[in-house]
């Protein structure tokens, strides 16, 4: 697989039915390893490890409804409260982050109502906070830490 712009992180694999597959901590199971897979548990590993958010607060892959559409998020921070924090559009490597790509978390929030947003195709990041009132989002340098 590609390399990220991300810290080295320690994985498991296996390989299953000539694929291989990664363990994914949060779903506690092995995934088929594809490049968004790649980027995907990458990006799991820096919200832990770099970010300090904790396990129990990360959702991996789950399907909401978008304005009557069902759509999948790639991650959620939740707060203990349970409201969602952040949310991350992952893309692999070979996909520009370009405008759709924003307008498409945007509209993933719309429903959610995080706080944060973070996309990325583990080559390039982008976070932002959202602005409510005005609508829009502010990129930041950074995540904030927990």
């Known amino acids: ?82 409201s969602i924090f952040l949310v991350v559009e992952c893309k692999q490597p070979e996909v520009s982050i370009s405008q759709q790509t924003f307008d498409q978390i945007a509209r993933y929030n719309f429903t959610l109502n995080a706080e944060y947003l973070m996309v990325t195709n583990g080559l390039n990041h982008y976070f932002c906070q959202m602005d409510f009132e005005k609508e829009q989002y502010t990129f930041l340098k950074e995540l904030p830490t927990y």
């Open 1 to 82: 697989m590609q390399k990220l712009n991300f810290n080295k992180y320690t994985f498991r694999f296996k390989n299953s039915e000539n694929k291989v597959a990664i363990f994914d901590e949060i779903r506690k199971k092995f995934v088929v390893l594809t490049p968004e897979e790649w980027v995907r548990q990458h990006t799991v590993q820096f919200l832990i490890q770099e970010c300090n958010y904790p396990k129990s607060l990360i959702n991996v892959e789950k399907q909401v409804q978008i304005n009557g559409m069902s759509k999948r998020y790639d991650i959620v921070v939740f707060r203990s409260d349970g």
